[in-house]
């Protein structure tokens, strides 16, 4: 940017602060921080976005400019990371450059940057726990088998580096009684308790295992059949499930129950975190609308992340079904699925309704 660029973008500036202070409104937040990220002040872009959601908490538009200036500033602080790591390889830079290429979805990065960790530092278990995580991520949120296998395979590899490490038996423990090998899943948490007898937390996890039905050895096969049904076999001890303010779900529950009320909509649902709450008719917590959902919501978000166009709110999928609509942000969502003749514009207009409620209520 010339000289002569610049200083047009410093007067816009000037004009658009006084614009903020005079006439506040979304639109004027979101112009005012984009002119923050065109001259890589991304820090300055994320106060200027908190300001607006303090007036204005509804606004998609103001979230998606603060999760962009947060991008930005992630990006900026990966630059230097790499930077530090050419000169000085560092296990916890490379654990922290993982944990943001994590964030923003830069699998393809992620996993070079654990390559590159594993050769440098081959006894340290902190490179196959990343991938696991990234691995437990996608299978938590699409149920894929092959992204489970994955996951359990880096867990052993990290076990098998530091046995006493009790957070990571722990994971490995989850992913085999969600699934159903709760035998399997005993084992690691009294692998825990062995080495830690007084560790609340596993102690708190054998009680609620051990209550489980088990369904076998074969973690393939049971991969394979939750990914069929499209559901996890067993949920995590509610004492661990992050409680969402009851406030904010009867307000949720009032905006779904509009959206079941348009011509068309067959069923609806909001999910956000482990909570969902549906509408309509919807058989069970297997009905392959759920699942639809969830993985359409995930898949439109993630592909928008790799062409690096922004955020992908809505979409809409067609189908001998009729359709899936779905709008979507961050770890909320709320999907509908209606008639093929449904006036597919009002119905996502009432989802976003929905996220924007959801969103802008406390969590307690």
Same mark, same amino acid.
């Given at each position: 940017?010339?000289?002569? $660029?610049?200083? /047009?973008?410093?007067?816009?500036? /000037?004009?658009?602060?006084?614009?903020?202070?005079?006439?506040?409104?979304?639109?004027?937040?979101?112009?005012?921080?984009?002119?923050?990220?065109?001259?890589?002040?991304?820090?300055?872009?994320?106060?200027?976005?908190?300001?607006?959601?303090?007036?204005?908490?509804?606004?998609?538009?103001?979230?998606?400019?603060?999760?962009?200036?947060?991008?930005?500033?992630?990006? /900026?602080?990966?630059?230097?990371?790499?930077?530090?790591?050419?000169?000085?390889?560092?296990?916890?830079?490379?654990?922290?450059?993982? #944990?943001? $290429?994590?964030?923003?979805?830069?699998?393809?990065?992620?996993?070079?940057?654990?390559?590159?960790?594993?050769?440098?530092?081959?006894?340290?278990?902190?490179?196959?726990?990343?991938?696991?995580?990234?691995?437990?991520?996608?299978?938590?949120?699409?149920?894929?088998?092959?992204?489970?296998?994955?996951?359990?395979?880096?867990?052993?590899?990290?076990?098998?580096?530091?046995?006493?490490?009790?957070?990571?038996?722990?994971?490995?423990?989850?992913?085999?009684?969600?699934?159903?090998?709760?035998?399997?899943?005993?084992? $690691?948490?009294?692998?825990?308790?062995?080495?830690?007898?007084?560790?609340?937390?596993?102690?708190?996890?054998?009680?609620?295992?051990?209550?489980?039905?088990?369904? #076998?050895?074969?973690?393939?096969?049971?991969?394979?059949?939750?990914?069929?049904? #499209?559901?996890?076999?067993? %949920?995590? %001890?509610?004492?661990?499930?992050?409680?969402?303010?009851?406030?904010?779900?009867?307000?949720?529950?009032?905006?779904?129950?509009?959206?079941? $009320?348009?011509?068309?909509?067959? /069923?609806?649902?909001?999910?956000?975190?482990?909570?969902?709450?549906?509408?309509?008719?919807?058989?069970?917590?297997?009905?392959?609308?759920?699942?639809?959902?969830?993985?359409?919501?995930?898949?439109?978000?993630?592909?928008?992340?790799?062409?690096?166009?922004?955020?992908?709110?809505?979409?809409?999928?067609?189908?001998?079904?009729?359709?899936?609509?779905?709008?979507?942000? #961050?770890?909320?969502?709320?999907?509908?699925?209606?008639?093929?003749?449904a006036d597919f514009e009002s119905v996502l207009s009432a989802l976003q309704e929905v996220v924007a409620g959801a969103l802008a209520a %406390?969590?307690?």
């Amino acid at each position: 940017m010339n000289l002569l $660029q610049r200083m /047009k973008v410093w007067r816009e500036l /000037k004009q658009l602060e006084q614009r903020v202070r005079e006439e506040p409104a979304p639109t004027t937040f979101v112009n005012l921080g984009q002119v923050h990220i065109s001259l890589d002040m991304h820090d300055k872009a994320e106060r200027i976005a908190e300001d607006g959601l303090s007036l204005f908490p509804k606004s998609i538009e103001l979230r998606q400019l603060l999760d962009t200036a947060r991008r930005g500033l992630r990006r /900026k602080r990966m630059d230097d990371l790499r930077a530090q790591l050419l000169r000085a390889p560092d296990a916890a830079a490379f654990a922290e450059l993982t #944990g943001l $290429q994590v964030e923003l979805g830069d699998r393809t990065g992620m996993q070079r940057t654990c390559q590159e960790w594993g050769l440098r530092f081959p006894q340290d278990p902190g490179n196959w726990r990343v991938l696991a995580r990234a691995h437990l991520v996608n299978y938590y949120r699409d149920l894929a088998a092959s992204e489970g296998a994955s996951a359990m395979r880096c867990l052993e590899m990290a076990i098998e580096r530091e046995p006493k490490e009790a957070p990571t038996r722990l994971m490995l423990a989850e992913v085999l009684y969600r699934i159903g090998a709760v035998r399997r899943a005993e084992g $690691q948490i009294r692998a825990v308790l062995q080495a830690a007898p007084m560790d609340a937390a596993a102690a708190a996890l054998l009680t609620h295992v051990t209550a489980l039905a088990d369904d #076998g050895d074969d973690v393939d096969a049971l991969l394979a059949d939750v990914e069929e049904h #499209g559901a996890l076999r067993h %949920p995590t %001890p509610a004492t661990s499930a992050p409680q969402v303010n009851a406030e904010s779900f009867l307000g949720v529950r009032d905006a779904l129950s509009d959206v079941t $009320q348009i011509e068309g909509v067959r /069923k609806a649902t909001f999910i956000r975190g482990t909570k969902a709450m549906v509408r309509g008719a919807v058989c069970d917590g297997r009905d392959p609308f759920l699942r639809t959902a969830r993985v359409v919501g995930k898949s439109m978000q993630r592909f928008a992340r790799r062409l690096d166009i922004g955020q992908a709110n809505k979409s809409v999928v067609e189908g001998g079904f009729g359709a899936v609509c779905v709008c979507a942000y #961050g770890d909320a969502m709320a999907a509908a699925q209606c008639d093929a003749g449904a006036d597919f514009e009002s119905v996502l207009s009432a989802l976003q309704e929905v996220v924007a409620g959801a969103l802008a209520a %406390p969590e307690s």
